[in-house]
């Protein structure tokens, strides 16, 4: 049986390859998740990554992968039908001179989970940059949301690190979260392997 | 919920924390990842395919007035699953320099020419039996300042999703035989001698169209769905 290839960073230069706005080929991804007329609750995800030395990270790129405001994923492993055709799930975008990134999409209804178990609403998240060797995995909850109590995932987590995956509103403007990404140190965000 | 990916496989991958890479120092976790099941939001994953790219789009010789300098070459492979099945219908995304080791992006500053013809970047999508063609330049070694003398083996950055989350890889193909091999920490991260050789590709003699280019092959493997579940009990 053939071995898996090992993963490599994607170095400096990625946005040529991966997010090509800026380099004039044709761009097939997009931070905006959801078109707006797509049914749910319409948010916006704005944050920051951060180095181990409290240093932002300005050559990062972040992969969203969502459901639905139904809790459904537009593959072929869930299998339900989705309100609207348009709706893929996935974003990707890099961050800027000053770490910041910024997804517009739905916030997810829940998905299934393991046993019969509901997950709360949440978004998975995949961090890119130089000096990763290989992506990290977390996943983006909602700061408030009840069913954060049960969700099976969280209860994975230490509670004093659970604060890291929490998206937080910002009171002054609704429907606007703030979610950053501290990849080293005491606040370091939560990473996962599946 | 039983694990429908393998998870012993990632032990060929390089660990966070490879400190000869100085770059890995501040932007690796220091805490443990936390294992989790694989739920629906990781056997899912997004799906791309042939409607999204257009054919023009894997030659990376065609995408301006003039042709590249530089040494044409096939890059060409399959995607494949660690079960030896192939992945039909994947996006690949490649990047890379040109034949001087330069890159068209703002950050490099190289000092070597950068060349009107080549932006360096191309997409294609799997076939059904998960063969992919590039036809691109050989990419240049070029330096880096992660150390004294730090130069880049000559490389093509390759990224692809799979049918999930979970089979997501970004990667890099090297070529046979460079002699930068033992001094570069990037390619050095992955410890086993043999998984580095699996990011070597092999030339391809055969697939070499004569008067006008080398080829290489390069199948890249990616994390496969267990091929027996382990509790058939739950499966």
Do not use: K
């Given at each position: 049986m053939p071995e898996r290839t090992p993963s490599q960073t994607v170095g400096p230069y990625l946005h040529i390859g991966l997010t090509q706005g800026g380099y004039g080929a044709r761009e097939i991804f997009a931070a905006?998740?959801?078109?707006?007329?797509l049914s749910g609750t319409h948010i916006?995800?704005?944050?920051?990554?951060?180095?181990?030395?409290?240093?932002?990270?300005?050559?990062?790129?972040?992969?969203?992968?969502?459901?639905?405001?139904?809790?459904?994923?537009?593959?072929?492993?869930d299998g339900r039908p989705l309100a609207s055709n348009s709706f893929r799930g996935f974003g990707r975008c890099p961050t800027d001179k000053d770490g910041g990134f910024a997804f517009d999409t739905v916030k997810p209804g829940s998905v299934a989970g393991p046993g019969g178990s509901q997950q709360a609403p949440h978004i998975n998240v995949g961090v890119f940059s130089r000096g990763l060797l290989k992506r990290l995995f977390t996943r983006i909850y909602f700061d408030?949301?009840?069913?954060?109590?049960?969700?099976?995932?969280?209860?994975l987590v230490p509670a004093d690190r659970r604060g890291t995956l929490l998206a937080k509103a910002d009171p002054a403007k609704p429907g606007l979260f703030r979610f950053d990404v501290r990849l080293q140190g005491a606040d370091e965000t939560v990473f996962f392997e599946a | 919920m039983n694990d429908v990916y393998s998870r012993a496989g990632g032990a060929a991958d390089p660990p966070y924390l490879s400190p000869d890479y100085v770059g890995t120092r501040t932007r690796s976790p220091k805490r443990p990842l936390i294992v989790i099941p694989q739920t629906l939001s990781e056997i899912t994953g997004p799906v791309y395919g042939h409607g999204d790219v257009t054919p023009e789009a894997a030659d990376l010789t065609r995408q301006h007035a003039g042709e590249p300098l530089g040494e044409r070459i096939i890059v060409k492979g399959r995607v494949l699953d660690e079960g030896g099945r192939p992945v039909p219908n994947a996006l690949v995304e490649?990047?890379?320099?040109?034949?001087?080791?330069?890159?068209?992006?703002?950050?490099?500053?190289?000092?070597a020419p950068l060349d009107p013809n080549f932006t360096g970047a191309g997409r294609c999508v799997t076939d059904a039996a998960?063969?992919?063609?590039?036809?691109?330049?050989k990419p240049g070694a070029y330096p880096w300042r992660n150390h004294a003398n730090a130069w880049r083996p000559a490389h093509i950055h390759l990224s692809l999703f799979g049918p999930s989350f979970l089979t997501r890889l970004v990667t890099q193909m090297y070529f046979p035989g460079d002699p930068l091999f033992p001094f570069d920490p990037i390619f050095n991260s992955v410890p086993d001698p043999k998984a580095r050789e699996r990011m070597i590709c092999r030339f391809d003699l055969t697939a070499?169209?004569?008067?006008?280019?080398?080829?290489?092959?390069?199948?890249?493997?990616?994390r496969g769905s267990r091929a027996t579940p382990l509790d058939p009990d739950h499966a």
């Open positions: 905006v998740v959801a078109d707006p007329g916006r995800i704005e944050g920051r990554v951060w180095d181990g030395e409290g240093n932002i990270v300005p050559d990062a790129m972040l992969e969203i992968w969502q459901a639905d405001d139904q809790g459904r994923y537009s593959h072929p492993a408030g949301d009840p069913a954060n109590a049960t969700d099976p995932i969280l209860a | 490649i990047w890379q320099c040109n034949a001087a080791g330069r890159y068209r992006h703002a950050v490099d500053q190289h000092d998960g063969n992919y063609q590039f036809i691109s330049i070499t169209r004569p008067e006008w280019a080398l080829a290489y092959n390069f199948d890249i493997v990616l």
